[in-house]
């Protein structure tokens, strides 16, 4: 009990005999009054916790969206600023027995990425989420006009959903985003952030000026191109290794009112990948979004965009193909030149080479276009089919493989074993558009493709579709596709050498400098030897 008074619960801590874990939390639990060496914050919002979320904290923080791993943290932090979070970390380091921490966003990996294993879970969402008065000092939209600078401050907790809404009330909005808006800056800008509009604005890492973090000794820095750069750049597409994001600064546009949001099929994989290549070479004349789809032949097309009609007449294509392409784009727009977009999608239209008859197009404000994913979050929730194991598979594949994957994964591997819950994304990324400096790691061609493999499983036939992802893994070492994966997943330093190629040494030096103990984030698995 005094142990949840004191800001840190454990349902496991009595019963688990880590001891360096342990001897930390005892010391917090027996001293009075509170000793100014301790972290202070972590008192304050624990009884509020404890009311949300009763004694078996740490249950909530041992799984992830990916359902496919478990693992236990010893203790929870809700932090009630970076400060506290900065304390907890500066204690860790300064003890004899130091121990992990994760900053866990909404927990929206796959794989245990933002486990703490018998450590310490930081819950984010405790610097201020929700609430909408925290909420407001944690987005803050200054808009310096003088020096034409737009950007958003958004605390490294923030869903993206809200500081689109923040933004939104001040008529601007982040240029780069993500399909589903319900995931935290910090986690995302951890990864990369894409999206149909990283084409052009580059991911969203690509569309920073500057961060708050604090690193696994426990300092608070800010870092920006110029300023403490490599934390900067380390940081981006870091994988929380090098610090915990507590501020990103976020360059923002004017937000369009509208979006013509369009989706074309194609039966033939070589013109729908044409098409795609040949939108993202084009600028203002052509989509400011552009994604696609493949479509198998008991697949169900999306039907939040589809119409119930329009769906049908898609099935009996994709029964006679096989397999069938979407390529989906959107044009934003404002009210007052509305008249215009007919006129520039009729020009793109005649472009492209979909099949007749197989265009449809759909009319929707920005944040409605934006928050697509959730609209099917919501149908699915009650139908069970959201909170199931998710054995997904991301991976960035260079322009020049791309027939080859056709052939060995979309209309090999995947079509022979018909899974119909997948939802597969190939979406084509400029290379130009990412900077080399940051930690993530693409594919060496000046355009690559985003290739997600999105499954939904049960219980019982996940570790088979896991298998299928090994087997697709396996295809590409054999056929010398040289891929990279995104949101990686990797269990031996020599795999993960392998993955950040020339970056590796750089990686490991940042890592020595910002988080010598290898603190951070062990739930990634690059560092759990020392260093
Ligand atoms: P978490 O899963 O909580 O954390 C991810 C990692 O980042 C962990 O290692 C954690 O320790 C670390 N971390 C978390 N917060 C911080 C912080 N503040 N500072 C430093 N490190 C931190 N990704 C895309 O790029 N594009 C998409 O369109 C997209 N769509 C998605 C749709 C769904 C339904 C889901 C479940 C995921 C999607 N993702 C997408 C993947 C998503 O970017 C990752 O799951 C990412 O990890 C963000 O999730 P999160 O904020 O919940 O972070």
Redesign the pocket.
Known sequence: MALRRLGLMSSTFLVMALSFVISFLSLLGQLRPWPATLPQGLLSLDIADELHYGPNATARFSI??GRLTEAAPAAVLYPSSPDDIASLVRFSYASPRPFVI?????????RG??FAPGGVVVD?ASLGRGRRARRRDRIKVPLDVVHRLLYVDAG??QLWIDVLRETLEHGVAPRSW???LY?????????????GQAFRHG?QISNVHELDVITGKGDMVTCSRDVNSDLFYG?LGG??QL????RARIAVEPAPQRVRWVRFIYTDFGSFINDQELLISISEEGFDYVEGQLLMKNGAANSSFFSERDSEKIKVLAAEFGVIYFLEGAIYYELATAYLVDQKLKLLLKKLSFVPGFAFTKDVSYLRFLDR?HHD?IKLRPMGLWDVP?PWLNLFVPKSRMRDFETGIFRGILIENNTPMATVLISPMNRSKWDEKMSVTIPDEDIFYAIGILRSATMDDWKHLDDQNDEILRFCNQAGIEFKQ??PHYTTRADWKKHFGLKWDTFVQLKRRYDPKALL?P??QIFTTSL
Not at 243 to 246: A, F, K, R, S, Y
């Open positions: 992830d969206y994760a900053a866990r966003g909404h927990g929206h990996s796959i990425q933002a984010m490294g907790e993500t399909d589903y995931l935290t800056v910090g986690g995302t800008l951890s990864n990369a952030g894409i999206s991911p940081v994988l929380g610090g915990i994001i507590t994913v979050e998710h995104y949101l984030s739930g990634q």
